[in-house]
């Protein structure tokens, strides 16, 4: 049993800062932060919290599902990701249901911080395994600008807000998922509710480069499939270095490894439904492709998915 994507939506916030924007106040410049990083701007949202930006990707990932034929009532699950939800009771996607009158599907939130969606579209696949569902809709959706400190120049210029949502349903073919955590190195990545955010940034890139190349091996391992028959490997948009990294490391062609961290950052949860979405409305995402998901980020947490169109 797999997935198949039958709607994508996302929100992206109107207001842009590029890196010459965090200038203003912090001691960086547009070189520094795209030869390390490969990002130019990043998306701020000001007034709509994760909850909102969540409900209108949520909102386009049903219009282009209705293309498909299904409705709000068709929907069996609602799974919101986030590590910044504006509201904690009830759930975010609770409240999405709600909205968008998904009467007979369950609906709570997880947090998994950027392995978030990889992990959440994995559970979902094994609640259709066990007959409990067929359709969900999976979001991603972080308000990032809430919990940075904006003076901290070595994390606040990772990252961005948006958010992303897919409709997935079951589908007969063979399925595969990888996930990992190792709370023993949590302290790499932290923040309390209400604070800022923290993180050693080498010892960051040190486990991505590591563990990224090991579960996308070990989720083809257990697909038996090679790397030639992937048609798309989709990687947690942190770093255009370690995504780099990553496609030298498995010898995969670059072609297959979209990236759009150049215009978005790292929007965690939200990244590869972000991704996704784009790849979806430009018109890349064909019947019947095969395509490997892979995230990583605090926890500290890593997986894998795979996933058909
Ligand atoms: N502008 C200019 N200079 C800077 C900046 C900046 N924004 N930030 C740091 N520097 C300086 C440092 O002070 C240091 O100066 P020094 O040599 O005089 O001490 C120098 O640049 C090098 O700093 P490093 O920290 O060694 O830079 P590095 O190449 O490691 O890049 C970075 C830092 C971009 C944070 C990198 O380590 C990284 O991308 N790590 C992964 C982080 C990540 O992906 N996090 C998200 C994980 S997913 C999740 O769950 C949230």
């Known amino acids: 049993m797999t997935g198949k994507i039958i709607g994508t939506g996302s929100y992206l916030p109107e207001l842009v800062w590029d890196n010459h924007k965090l200038t203003e106040w912090l001691d960086t410049n547009d070189e520094w932060i ?21 409900l209108e990707a949520a909102k386009k990932a049903m219009e282009d599902a209705g293309k498909a034929g299904l409705g709000a009532e068709d929907l069996d699950a609602i799974f919101v990701c986030t590590v910044t939800p504006d509201i904690m009771v009830p759930s975010i996607a609770c409240e999405i249901q709600k909205m968008l009158g998904a009467v007979n599907a369950f609906a709570y939130d997880i947090n998994a911080a950027c392995s978030g969606f990889v992990f959440v579209y994995n559970m979902a696949v094994a609640y259709m395994e066990t007959g409990l569902i067929k359709n969900a809709l999976i979001i991603g959706s972080e308000q990032l600008s ?4 904006w003076n901290d120049r070595s994390s606040c210029i990772l990252f961005g807000d948006g958010a992303g949502a897919v409709v997935v349903t079951a589908c007969e073919q063979k399925g595969a998922s990888v996930m990992h955590s190792d709370g023993a190195s949590g302290e790499a990545l932290q923040c309390v509710t209400g604070g800022k955010l923290s993180m050693d940034g080498q010892k960051v890139f040190r486990f991505a480069l590591k563990r990224v190349p090991e579960v996308v091996e070990e989720i083809l391992a257990k697909m038996e499939m090679e790397k030639e028959q992937v048609d798309l490997f989709l990687l947690h948009q942190a770093n255009m270095r370690i995504i780099e990294a990553v496609i030298k490391r498995l010898g995969l062609e670059p072609e297959k490894v979209p990236s759009n961290i150049d215009r978005m950052g790292n929007t965690s949860s939200a990244s590869l439904p972000i991704l996704l979405d784009e790849l979806n409305r430009e018109g890349k995402l064909r019947t019947g492709m095969k395509l490997v998901m892979a995230g990583f980020g605090a926890g500290l947490t890593w997986g894998a998915g795979y996933i058909t169109t």
């Open 34 to 54: 795209r030869e390390r990083t490969g990002i130019g701007q990043r998306h701020i949202s000001k007034d709509l919290g994760a909850g909102k930006m969540a």
């Open 146 to 149: 809430s919990m940075m400190d």
